[in-house]
């Protein structure tokens, strides 16, 4: 059965705590995700990563930090340089440069106590 | 800055009635175009995408691209209450432009 997985499905943190969010996909795809979304708002690129041990900060990546070890993992970090991190966040992968359809993953929602 | 405009809605049909959804984008090198579905406290999910200039069809659901007018729409025959949702509208630069940019989104609600 293949897919994405992301976990936790809720998640908590405390003031300057560091959190982070796991990824993970069977698809053989090369290419990884992450994205933020707000109520009322579309989704904002945290990080990509298009290769193993390669990735890029997309529009929004202050406060947050990813790794790409295994092509199947995509982990985001959010530390505690995110001053608002309260937000439903969505992994989300492709195939390759040629084939640009991204499918996203169930989603985490993180929320500050 | 690349920019996916779209109606915020609510967008109101009745069930059975054809429902519209519009998107224009900024970018006139864009080459390909997604629409999303997404239900409340879901992630969303794949309906369409298009890269050439015309429609395309899939069942119920019709994708219409203009890239002279930098606009893309979604139309929804036959629509039923569990068609209420949000739907996204994406757009990407195509080769090896890896990043999709996201419109906010367009709140569909099929009234029984």
């Known amino acids: 059965d293949g897919g994405i997985t992301q976990s936790p499905k809720y998640l908590f943190r405390k003031e300057g705590q560091n959190v982070t969010l796991s990824c993970e996909q069977n698809l053989n795809h090369d290419a990884m995700y992450w994205y933020r979304q707000d109520p009322g708002q579309g989704l904002r690129l945290i990080y990509y990563?298009?290769?193993?041990?390669?990735?890029q900060k997309g529009d929004i990546a202050e406060g947050y930090s990813v790794s790409r070890e295994k092509k199947e993992s995509f982990p985001l970090t959010v530390t505690s340089a995110q001053k608002n991190p309260t937000a439903f966040y969505l992994c989300a992968s492709s195939r390759d440069s040629q084939k640009e359809t991204q499918y996203f993953g169930p989603g985490t929602r993180l929320l500050v106590l | 800055q690349k920019e996916v405009e779209q109606n915020s809605g609510p967008l109101s049909v009745p069930e059975g009635a054809i429902a519209s959804l519009n998107c224009t984008y900024s970018?006139?090198?864009?080459?390909?175009f997604f629409w999303y579905r997404q239900y409340s406290g879901k992630s969303p999910e794949l309906i369409m995408s298009i890269y050439s200039n015309g429609d395309k069809e899939d069942g119920r659901f019709t994708a219409q691209l203009n890239k002279a007018s930098q606009y893309v729409s979604l139309l929804i025959r036959d629509s039923q209450p569990s068609d209420s949702a949000t739907y996204l509208c994406?757009?990407?630069?195509?080769?090896?432009?890896?990043?999709?940019?996201f419109g906010k989104g367009t709140l569909l609600t099929v009234n029984p």
């Open positions: 970018d006139r090198g864009s080459q390909s």
């Open positions: 994406a757009v990407g630069g195509g080769g090896s432009n890896y990043k999709l940019t």
């Open positions: 990563s298009q290769i193993v041990n390669d990735f």
